[in-house]
């Protein structure tokens, strides 16, 4: 059985993480890391044994109506035949569906490997943990996101049966990841992230608005315009940023959104409306709390050269917000009565500002 590395996206995150750093790593560090890449499609840890050559993780997943059993070893030194046939012999005398060996520390040239048995050198293994949205990159470093994967979870069990429009899958496209269900097909996390966006804002939180999109690529447009209010004359630009390790606004995309002003706001208030925000939509916000947050300069600036009040908002955020509407059974005419603009201007918005929106 022959693993084939996930392609690299030109849009990925350049993590230039070595097979020589990532067998640096504390043994259990690596153990976490692989547990992670195990589990994040669904599967999940039925049996632990750790002896002194691997961290051994059976894994128990449901392709269909049986359950299957995986045994998966980490091995704690470099592999060798002898590894490859003793997992070949664990899986046939447990009656395992099949073995993965994962070697993180590199193995031998020329190993006879099973059928039964799929080994995962350490190149495919960075692959992998670099489109892992449960692992974050602090410092370059791969680390267990552990919040993202609760936030995840609690998504999860929540819109379960509250999702026509795709808002479990926000979270993970803001991180420029495809969710398990779109795996394998030849579509880019950022142009989803922005229509689900736009899909979930229009038709769950009944926004009005006009999307501009990837159709509109290269005409110096945001994403979508927003309207919203009782009498829809309130107005936002909005733009989605999927990043893996959160937006941070440069020169050229402050420049960008001031293009954008100028470009609509004659025609937007030729028609009556008061653009009043721009929404930036991405996974995160990175910077030092407080006021000291590069937020704030930047929303200062926009704010002084176009009056309008600058939005960060997180994916994460806004998919439980929607989750908390649509469980609570809000009518179209509670949807439209709620007031964005109060939770927009806050400007660096947090989860307890879309709360109060919603009366949580």
Known sequence: MTPVPPARRATQAQRRLTPEGLAALP??????????????????????????????????????????????????????????????????????????????????????????????????LIARLERCVAIAWPGGTPAPAYERVAAQRDLDRDAFLLDPVGLRWLPTLALNELPAELAGRDLAPDAVFERV??????????????????????????????????????????????????????????????????????????????????????????????????????????????????VYLRAEDLARTATAIESRGLSPNEREALDWSAAFDHGLVAGDHLDTLVGG
């Open 27 to 124: 043994r259990d560090d690596r153990r976490k890391l692989m547990q992670l890449l195990l589990t994040d499609a669904g599967a999940h840890v039925a049996a632990f044994n750790r002896p002194a050559a691997y961290d051994e993780l059976v894994l128990e997943t449901q392709p269909l109506w049986r359950s299957r059993r995986i045994r998966a070893r980490v091995a704690a030194r470099r592999v060798t035949q002898d590894d490859v046939d003793r997992l070949a012999e664990a899986v046939d005398a447990a009656g395992d569906a099949d073995g993965l060996l994962l070697a993180p520390l590199g193995h031998d040239d020329g190993l006879t490997v099973p059928a039964t048995v799929m080994l995962v050198d350490a190149d495919e």
């Open 197 to 310: 966006a736009f899909r979930l804002l229009t038709n769950g939180l009944r926004f009005d608005g006009v999307r501009y999109g990837e159709a509109e690529r290269g005409k110096r447009l945001p994403d979508a315009v927003l309207r919203w209010g009782p009498d829809r004359r309130l107005v936002g630009l909005m733009d989605c940023k999927a990043t893996a390790d959160g937006y941070t606004m440069d020169s050229d995309h402050y420049l960008r959104f001031t293009g954008y002003v100028s470009a609509l706001r004659g025609d937007l208030e030729a028609d009556g409306a008061q653009l009043h925000h721009l929404v930036v939509l991405s996974s995160s916000f990175p910077g030092t709390p407080g006021t000291r947050h590069p937020f704030h300069a930047r929303a200062a600036a926009l704010r002084d050269e176009t009056g309008l009040q600058l």
